[in-house]
């Protein structure tokens, strides 16, 4: 089996800024996407959520308590409980430093107005429930920044996802675009997954130079999370993953240097 991968994508080892450079930044700011991009990283990643009225943003978890600070009623509880309006008036920096408090949660498409066509994205949808149509508004986003061609043939976007068939939906649209599933690398999810993605993300914690061996017979790419110090990112580089996610993209950045 012939394995077909875009240039940007072949014969390195990717560096994914996980919620951006969130190991020493807000996570998922333009403040912790601009210290990743500038730390060497080749992907920023965007973990997906959508508002009561149905704008994605880009924020971890469901909800917005752990991260985003504000008036009670607009800043606390379920994202989808909250119209875009609610929680634009709170501070997605604040919880990590006062230094960060004017950081607010990024809609997508401020992610995408902000970078454009110079960075890579590295896109989850995050617990979708079909009835909020994340892989369609995703779609229409990439059309409206003209980034689906760029990602079919070069990877600018990977769409990645725990839910396969969230991924499913996402290749019954358009079969071209990459896909990641997010789960276990053992030969069920390379069997699987092979049918209609290009890769497999699993946790680090699994992985071993055999079954990252037993992906790139299948023809897919492994991109470990969430790797973040020294010893495990050398550890990963050593069983040969095609990247990895990391909270700490300077740290990636030295080893594959020095590689
Ligand atoms: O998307 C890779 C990794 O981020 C998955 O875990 O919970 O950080 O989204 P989580
Ligand atoms: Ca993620």
Wanted: aromatic share 8%.
């Amino acid at each position: 089996l012939a394995c077909v991968a875009p240039a940007q994508a072949s014969a390195v080892q990717l560096n994914i800024g996980h919620r951006g450079a969130s190991g020493t930044r807000p996570e998922h700011t333009f403040a912790a996407y601009d210290r990743a991009l500038a730390l060497g990283a080749d992907y920023i990643e965007q973990d997906l959520q959508v508002t009561s009225d149905g704008v994605l943003v880009v924020l971890h978890d469901g909800t917005l308590n752990r991260t985003v600070r504000g008036p009670a009623e607009n800043c606390t509880g379920a994202v989808d409980t909250k119209t875009l309006a609610q929680i634009k008036t709170c501070s997605a920096g604040e919880w990590f430093g006062a230094e960060w408090a004017g950081e607010k949660v990024p809609t997508l498409e401020e992610v995408f107005q902000r970078y454009g066509k110079t960075v890579n994205y590295y896109i989850e949808t995050k617990t979708p429930d079909p009835e909020d149509d994340m892989e369609t508004k995703l779609l229409a986003l990439l059309d409206k920044y003209d980034l689906r061609n760029a990602s079919i043939n070069d990877w600018q976007v990977l769409i990645q996802s725990f839910s396969a068939d969230s991924l499913k939906r996402v290749h019954a649209m358009d079969a071209r675009l990459p896909l990641v599933f997010l789960g276990t690398l053992n030969a069920a999810s390379i069997q699987s997954v092979r049918e209609y993605g290009v890769g497999i993300g699993p946790s680090f914690g699994g992985v071993t130079q055999a079954n990252v061996a037993a992906a790139h017979a299948a023809c897919l790419n492994v991109h470990p999370y969430t790797v973040n110090t020294d010893a495990d990112i050398a550890r990963m580089l050593s069983y040969g993953v095609d990247g990895m996610f990391t909270n700490f993209p300077e740290r990636l950045e030295a080893q594959l240097g020095a590689a």
